[in-house]
Structure formats: C-alpha cells, structure tokens
C-alpha cells in the first residue's frame, strides 16, 4: 500500500480508501461481511474509512462503528453529512442548524467521540458558505471533527468557499470529493486544477465508474451488476452514451490484458496517477470484491499505458456528461434559466 500526505493537513492516508456505502441495505452486506471487509482492508493497509449519514439511513454509519470498535485511535475517519435524512424539510442541507443536529446523531452511530474528516456531501444553493463554515469552524473547535472537507462541489463553488473562509477569517475545507475515473475525466479540466491551486487533498468517488470498469461489463454480455438493477438507464445500451462507454471498456480491457493488468488495476491505477488526487475511494460489496481491487495497491501505470488511455478517452471529457453531479440549479430548472 502506497500513502499520501491529505492535502496541507500532514495526516498520511492510504492511496485507497475504503468506501462503506455498500454496507448495509444499499448493498445487502450484513455486519459480519462489513466487519470481515474493514478487517481486511486494515490488514491490506488502508487507513482511511469513508461513509456518509445517508448510507441507508445511517445503518452504514452503525456498522462501520461496530466494526471498527477497539481500534478507532488507528483509523482516519470521515463522514459527510447533507443529504436528505427522512422527508422533514430541514434534515438535509448544511445549515448550522442540521450540521451541529445531524453530526452529533454521526458520533452516535458510528460510537465514537469525533470523526477526522466531516464532509458536505453536495453543494446546498440554499445555504451561504458563511453559514455552514463557521458551523464547521466552530465544530471543529469543540473537538468533535478534526478537518472538514466538500463533495462534489463545482470548481467555482469551491473557489467561491475558499473565499468566503478568508473574508470572514473562518477553517478552511482541506479536502474535496468528486466522482472520477477513465469514463468520466472532466474534473481534470477545472476541479483538479482548482484544488491543486488550493492545496486541498482529493477523494476521488466512483473510480469503476459505477461497475463499467469492474471487468463485469463487457460486449456481448447481459448487463446484471447491482449498479444495473438499482439505476437501469445508466446501462441501457440504446443510450449513446452507455454505448460509448461500453465501447470504451472493450478497448481499455485489451490496453490492461497488453500491460499485464486487470481492468480494476488498469482503472484505479489510472486515478491515482493524477499528481492532484490522493486516494481513490474503493466500494467493495463483498470479500471478494476488496480483494480484486486490493490487488491495485501498488499498480503504477506507465506512461505508455496512459498515453493509450488518453487516445480512448480524452483528457477533460466525461463520456456520460448528463450524469454529473456538479451543475448549476440554473441549468437544471427551466424557470430560471432566463430570469
């Protein structure tokens, strides 16, 4: 296992991360096949748990408590918080009032008395960055988070947070969290760019791009990933752009069989090339899944396998630019798109 410095913090974290989102409902993984996973990514040498309130309603947050009870000292640990808990209208978003609310209801499911990374998991358009940083800040002062971080936040909005911090001399976010990988590579135009001008550390989400680089998807082949059950439009191949991907995939798949790699090594070792991010952030459902992607630990790609990744896929461009996460409500909402 590889480590990297988080951005200006100086806490060293592995180059992969063990993502808990599949714990719990969301990914059918009971507490005895979570607790095997945590215990052998740490013995594999990851350092870092993420999970967020929202995975199945807290139960991911529960089961990473448990399984990490007894060692938490030797764990960097993060969750995100701002997604909607329930239908009450304000139990989502990153008012003062929810954070200080929703993370103390975080320490309690996860057992512990402070978490080293909290992270707002999307950018809240309703809410004013003075407002949620100085939440933070004042979170942070009383010792129940260590640094605090975005999601998926536009490149703008995160210049526009750095801002906000100095004007009003308030904790700076130390990290981001964006969804990259081979397929979808339109970060490296202006997030990475952004956070390596800021010094932000990077957790990159999704670096199998939802199961298309996982080797399971292949020409030829019923498409049948749990991805695929629980977000069908996203791999129905009369979609240009599911079309696109799968293309892309074979040629990548025959890039990696050439380099002696397995598609997940070929995938993640592509991300963790970036000089920007940090670690990728693996989502493994199962025993066997940490360990196939474990076996990207230490994959370095050479500079002639990225060159051929860039002649399939472009640097700067996402094959599935509709599925961004990161634009503008005025893009999304036709009422004020002219106002």
Not at 142 to 147: D, M, N, Q, S, T
Not at 280 to 302: M, S
């Amino acid at each position: 296992m590889r480590y990297r410095t988080l951005g200006r913090t100086g806490v060293q974290v592995s180059t992969l991360v063990l993502g808990a989102m599949n714990f719990g409902k969301l990914g059918h993984t009971t507490q005895s096949e979570a607790t095997a996973i945590v215990d052998a990514a740490l013995d594999a040498g990851i350092n870092l748990i993420d999970t967020a309130d929202m995975y199945s309603q807290g139960e991911s947050e529960e089961m990473v408590g448990k399984a990490i009870a007894g060692r938490r000292d030797d764990i960097v640990l993060a969750t995100k918080a701002g997604m909607p808990m329930g239908d009450e209208r304000n139990h989502r978003g990153s008012s003062r009032r929810w954070l200080v609310t929703e993370l103390d209801n975080s320490l309690r499911r996860l057992g512990v008395d402070h978490v080293d990374l909290y992270q707002i998991h999307r950018w809240d358009p309703t809410t004013s960055d003075e407002e949620t940083l100085s939440a933070l800040t004042d979170l942070q002062r009383a010792g129940k988070i260590r640094y605090f971080g975005s999601s998926t936040f536009p490149a703008y909005r995160i210049v526009q947070a750095e801002w906000a911090a100095r004007e009003h001399h308030l904790s700076r976010y130390v990290t981001e969290q964006p969804s990259y990988s081979i397929l979808q590579r339109g970060i490296e135009a202006h997030v990475l760019p952004v956070t390596e001008q800021y010094g932000l550390g990077v957790l990159a989400w999704s670096p199998l791009a939802s199961g298309w680089l996982s080797g399971a998807i292949r020409a030829g082949r019923e498409i049948t990933t749990s991805r695929s059950a629980l977000l069908p439009a996203r791999f129905d191949l009369s979609v240009p752009a599911n079309q696109a991907r799968l293309d892309a995939v074979e040629q990548l798949a025959t890039v990696a069989d050439q380099a002696g790699l397995t598609l997940i090594q070929l995938a993640l070792g592509f991300v963790t090339a970036h000089p920007a991010v940090t670690s990728a952030i693996i989502g493994p459902r199962t025993i066997d899944h940490l360990h196939a992607q474990l076996a990207a630990a230490d994959t370095v790609l050479p500079n002639d396998v990225l060159d051929a990744i860039d002649a399939i896929v472009a640097p700067g461009v996402d094959l599935a630019a509709a599925e961004k996460f990161d634009t503008p409500p005025a893009l999304l909402d036709p009422a004020r798109r002219r106002r």
